[in-house]
């Protein structure tokens, strides 16, 4: 099927039966004899995550966007929390599940993974969507999954090592820390015969430096794009309200390809909502087409990206793609006397500082000014740590050609991240 054949099926399908949907396909006079896809982006209006939000709260436990009967649905995932500490439900009948695992298989296929590789997710599933996508994709395309939840990081590398895995599947924050646990424990993780670490979560996966860092820390090349030494760093991403959304390229580290077999995607100026020109950065806006029980049309996911360039025919697939994968929230970008600082950019330069074995960022409001300073944990190894300062704040003047302030703290003091990671803290 097409895209306007998926989309007139989605509109027809929502009108017979979801509370939240019917009204407003209605109201954008939309109906399954959708013409083409720009009279669709033309007449139906954005959905944001407050609206959903709103829509659990007033229909409490998961509100009216539920195309099916209760009955028909057999998995439930819930977000950490939203604003105000409410988190976002979502339910999936077992056909929209089976749709949301097209995109995991295919970044296995990339990754080289299939029948007969063993899969390694190191966390407790809880209500999270990711890793249960993760699961059972692996576990349809014939891999051997292995469960990591419960155990401590040095109970999981062992896992890792005695279990011969090919892949591991976690946040790049947690695949530096395995690394570096790796490294102070001893443990030889070139020879334990990992071929690759597929991350999610946050945007480091396809940030070069930290890429390159996990790499070399797994026993791989953590060379130049497309050398394909060693161990390998997939990036992908996706959100529990629509899904695991994209998948890797595997020439060009750091781009991205929205499934379009799945998703109509358009990458939208946040302030103007009109398309962004290739290369110009613009907030990901989404329809999914394959999750038909509890759909989201035209849902602004917060997601700043940035089309790329290069042609489909260089890039070897046809689907949407986004340099540098995700580069931050909408929220997350913050101006620093009239800089714009983005957490992804900032990461780019940490990261290729040799010696940060984690940091953090401090964010402080001056009156109307915001101003930022970052706190950075050396390696063990590092034998000129007091030098790193010095060095990193060279590096962040002639990146942002702004000043920000570099401060040590002592081996440990930082925090360890399982999950995503916390690194940007606001204070007044």
Excluded at 125 to 131: A, I
Excluded at 272 to 290: K, N
Excluded at 405 to 421: D, Q, T
Aim: charged share 20%; hydrophobic share 40%; net charge neutral.
């Amino acid at each position: 099927m097409t895209q306007l054949d998926r989309t007139r099926h989605l509109i027809g399908e929502l009108l017979e039966g979801n509370r939240f949907y019917a009204p407003r396909l209605k109201a954008a006079g939309l109906d399954p004899d959708l013409p083409d896809l720009a009279t669709f982006t033309a007449r139906m209006p954005f959905t944001t995550k407050a609206e959903v939000v709103a829509d659990q709260r007033a229909h409490p436990p998961y509100g009216t966007n539920l195309t099916y009967p209760l009955e028909r649905y057999v998995r439930f995932h819930q977000t950490s929390g939203t604003t105000g500490g409410a988190p976002l439900r979502w339910l999936d009948t077992a056909e929209s599940w089976s749709g949301l695992l097209t995109v995991w298989q295919r970044v296995f296929a990339v990754a080289g993974i299939g029948p007969g590789s063993r899969v390694f997710l190191p966390f407790s599933f809880g209500p999270f969507l990711g890793f249960w996508t993760a699961f059972d994709a692996a576990r349809r395309l014939g891999c051997l999954t292995l469960p990591g939840g419960g155990l401590s990081t040095l109970g999981r590398l062992r896992l890792i090592v005695d279990n011969r895995v090919d892949a591991v599947c976690c946040t790049p924050t947690y695949a530096l820390h395995l690394g570096q646990t790796a490294q102070a424990e001893g443990i030889d993780l070139a020879a334990a015969g990992v071929r690759a670490v597929i991350v999610a979560g946050e945007a480091g996966g396809s940030v070069e430096a930290t890429r390159r860092e996990i790499e070399r820390l797994w026993g791989g090349a953590g060379g130049e794009e497309g050398d394909g030494g060693g161990v390998r760093v997939y990036d992908h991403h996706g959100m529990t309200e629509v899904g695991p959304v994209s998948y890797p390229n595997p020439r060009f580290p750091g781009v991205l390809h929205i499934l379009e077999e799945n998703f109509l995607a358009e990458v939208l100026d946040p302030a103007t909502g009109q398309p962004v020109a290739p290369g110009a950065v613009g907030e990901l806006v989404l329809t999914t087409l394959g999750r038909v029980a509890s759909p989201l049309l035209r849902y602004r996911t917060g997601d700043l990206v940035r089309p790329a360039t290069r042609s489909a025919a260089e890039l070897g697939f046809p689907d949407l793609a986004l340099e540098g994968g995700i580069l931050s929230r909408v929220d997350d970008m913050v101006v620093v006397r009239g800089v714009n600082l983005y957490p992804s950019a900032v990461e780019a330069v940490i990261r290729a500082q040799p010696g940060v074995a984690e940091y953090r960022v401090e964010l402080a409001h001056r009156g109307a000014l915001t101003e930022v300073r970052v706190i950075v944990e050396p390696t063990p190894d590092l034998a000129a740590r007091a030098a790193l300062p010095g060095q990193l704040e060279t590096a962040l003047r002639t990146a942002f050609q702004l000043r920000i302030p570099v401060h040590l703290a002592a081996e440990g003091a930082l925090p360890r991240f399982e999950m995503k990671a916390r690194r940007w803290q606001r204070g007044e």
